[in-house]
DNA sequence: GTCTATACGCAGATAGAC
DNA sequence: GTCTATCTGCGTATAGAC
């Protein structure tokens, strides 16, 4: 029972994820999901009470997909640097989206925090996922605990820094450009 | 004549441009600003007709500001690795307000754009406006027209990433510690 | 120039018919 | 479950008194 109502709730999900990325969840509205998923307002709401419901099964959805893919790497991709240099390709083959609507966990914390909505920390958690992911890439790879953390945090800042910039510029070659001198400096360290 | 409303205008703007950074500017309503100023909405519309006129006067007023201090930088500090080396300063003097809020230009934009606002490429040549001085440094460190052109987007990558990064985690710190190495990058290079 | 009053639309949210 | 109708508040913007 209620696979339809789950079918709906996820369809609801899907779209409002995208429409967040696409338009800000602030400037996103009940119609614009509505109409988009093809129901009428007034039926949203047996789905979700709020905006912000929503909001944290967005955050929630996209949480899980980051951790599936992440483990997904763990699982196929045999070593470490191989599996930071596939981190650093994930920007470059987003290039498209990052130049129209920069990173998609990047600009939604940047919103969510000047909103002071109440769920800004727990996207600030989708970025934690991959800090500890990557400092866990580093420590295989022989560095110490607190050396590996400021390599992940610098793989961090040279990757949302490569989506702000790419966006600003609408430039997918400065993309590629930035995201080759990432993997140099993953091969000198 | 017309000072006391040039007065008045000032102040509209000051104060939009410190709540557009500290709240977004789609979020900021004109009840806001008026009530910030200490004037009526009302008045308001005697200095400006629409919200996106004074985002205008905002930006414009930010640009005016940039190109202000990279002038009076170009003017008091000898060389041009200090320069650069100064450029990196700003974003660690700027810490408090950085894990709070962001970037105020890279923030800006990326709401912008998702916004689709018509003053998006405004906006996005305050950050030409650092592209281009830091280009000038590079130039006059000796390197070639490309290459400095790679190594200025490569200090805007990083100081736009240790600003989301930064605010991501409200971590000082790791402001501090990300600068110094961009600081040895500069070294380096 | 600055105010109050007000128009107008849209957003979030609810009620109740089907 | 899904719909239409409706409420309420807020945000932008205008009119007109002072």
Redesign the pocket.
């Known amino acids: ?2 696979t ?2 789950e079918t ?1 709730r996820n369809k609801i999900v899907t779209t409002a994820d995208d429409l967040f990325y696409r338009q800000g969840f602030n400037h ?5 999901i509505a109409s988009a998923v ?10 979700f ?4 419901d929503i909001l944290a099964a967005v955050i929630e959805k996209r949480k899980v997909g980051i951790k599936q893919f992440l483990n997904e790497w763990d699982e196929t991709i045999p070593s470490a640097k191989q599996r930071l240099n596939q981190y650093v390709d994930m920007v470059v083959s987003y290039q498209d989206n990052i130049v129209k609507y920069g990173c998609p966990i990047g600009t939604v914390c940047s919103e969510l925090n000047k909103l002071k909505n109440i769920h800004y920390n727990n996207a600030t958690e989708m970025i934690t996922l991959f800090r500890d992911w990557l400092i866990e890439q580093f420590v295989l790879l022989g560095h110490g605990k607190e050396k590996a953390k400021h390599y992940a945090m610098h793989m961090l800042t040279c990757t949302q820094g490569i989506s702000v910039i790419g966006q600003a510029f609408t430039d997918p070659a400065y993309i590629r450009r930035e995201a080759q001198s990432l993997k140099d400096w993953l091969e000198k360290i």
């Not at 996103?28 to 614009?32: A, G, L, P």
């Open positions: 029972m209620n339809k109502a709906i996103t509205s009940f119609s614009d093809g129901i009428s307002r007034g039926n949203f709401y047996y789905h009470k709020t905006k912000d």
